[in-house]
């Protein structure tokens, strides 16, 4: 059993990945060849942002983003602490300090109702992560940005095609990024990003940025960085975007088979009505957990945690906070599993992954056919 089942996914969309690959062969425009353009198109009407700009990863949209809004040292950037690094990393990069305030226990995002008590005069942008596949409580977010005129960069990494309030991800704040790394709801072959927005100001910023810094060619208005996706990972996108979503269709059958299974039996991260998850991952709360992960492996069932330990207790990354500014990051931190998931997983293998985990977890098993 595979985690994610990427081979599965280019199985079913290999004629026209192959063929939007041979045409980038065939034309050799490798850096910002037509298809860059095309893609931006496509992606922009899809979240309904006026603007996209490829970049050369997640990480690259955070940090181009940061560097639009002309973040650097002596400015805090107010974000979670249970994320993937790279959130913290893009603030560390450019010397602003980040700041991380806890999470809600019921979804794993940030809480909104503790970050107006860490804006101070320094604070310049709140960087929520979209976690697991669905968006923070971006209304109340951009509630408090807006009292205080900050700017909120949505890190949506995990979150590409799900919805907040009927809108899209990337499209609730004034910047949103995501990230096409392969295991993500929408990904690449390699790494590549996107960053989005209706302001037309910090999309042209954004665009010389990504290109180091030119307004023309060898003309450098601004500090930039090398930040381009490449052609063939932009072809490569565009192929997946005509069945993506089919593909989101078929994650929130899959999901919908979990809930049937373990609803009531296991602690969930839950879900809002006001929102809908990609379910980048199915993660779910439990006790003794790694004696639970290894159950599941002894099965065969792959498992991962995400995230084994919180940013605010990375070695990198400790003089910035303590271990007692995020219990609820912390608890979380040593109970989140999450079970193998994707378009391809078929309803057999959701059972038997859930007769697994509640046999290993305690809990009333599910009903499992039999190998």
Excluded at 197 to 206: F, G, P, R, V
Excluded at 220 to 246: N, P, S
Excluded at 330 to 358: E, K, Q, T, W
Aim: a negative charge; aromatic letters at 8%.
């Amino acid at each position: 059993m595979e985690f994610i089942d990427l081979k599965a996914q280019y199985q079913v969309g290999r004629d026209n990945i192959n063929a939007r690959i041979q045409a980038v062969l065939d034309h050799g425009q490798y850096i910002m060849g037509p298809e860059v353009e095309e893609l931006e198109a496509r992606l922009a009407a899809f979240t309904g942002a006026r603007h996209c700009i490829t970049v050369a990863s997640g990480t690259e949209a955070l940090l181009i983003s940061l560097m639009a809004l002309g973040i650097g040292p002596g400015d805090d950037v107010i974000t979670t602490p249970f994320s993937f690094i790279a959130t913290a990393e893009a603030i560390v990069l450019l010397g602003a300090t980040p700041v991380f305030v806890d999470i809600d226990p019921a979804t794993c995002n940030i809480d909104p109702t503790l970050i107006e008590a860490r804006i101070t005069e320094r604070t310049r942008a709140i960087m929520p992560v979209s976690l697991y596949g669905q968006p923070a409580d971006m209304e109340a977010i951009n509630a408090i940005a807006w009292r205080h005129k900050l700017t909120v960069i949505e890190d949506a990494a995990q979150s590409f095609g799900a919805t907040y309030g009927g809108k899209r991800s990337c499209n609730l704040s004034a910047i949103g990024c995501t990230s096409f790394f392969p295991s993500k709801p929408l990904g690449c072959y390699g790494d590549g990003g996107a960053i989005f927005t209706s302001d037309d100001q910090l999309a042209s910023a954004m665009r010389e940025i990504r290109v180091h810094g030119q307004s023309r060619r060898y003309v450098h208005t601004r500090i930039g960085v090398g930040g381009r996706m490449d052609t063939l990972q932009c072809a490569i996108v565009l192929a997946k975007l005509d069945y993506f979503e089919w593909e989101l269709s078929e994650r929130a059958r899959a999901a919908a088979s979990y809930d049937a299974l373990l609803s009531g039996k296991i602690g969930m991260v839950a879900r809002p009505r006001d929102r809908s998850s990609v379910f980048a991952q199915y993660t779910v709360v439990v006790e003794q957990r790694e004696q639970v992960r290894a159950a599941l492996q002894a099965a065969g069932i792959p498992t991962a945690v995400h995230y084994p330990v919180p940013m605010h207790m990375q070695p990198a990354y400790a003089r910035w906070s303590d271990a007692r500014s995020a219990p609820v990051a912390n608890a979380m931190a040593a109970r989140v599993l999450s079970l193998p998931m994707g378009p391809y997983l078929d309803d057999a293998s959701i059972a038997r992954i859930c007769a697994v985990l509640l046999g290993a977890a305690g809990a009333a098993p599910a009903s499992c056919p039999k190998d």
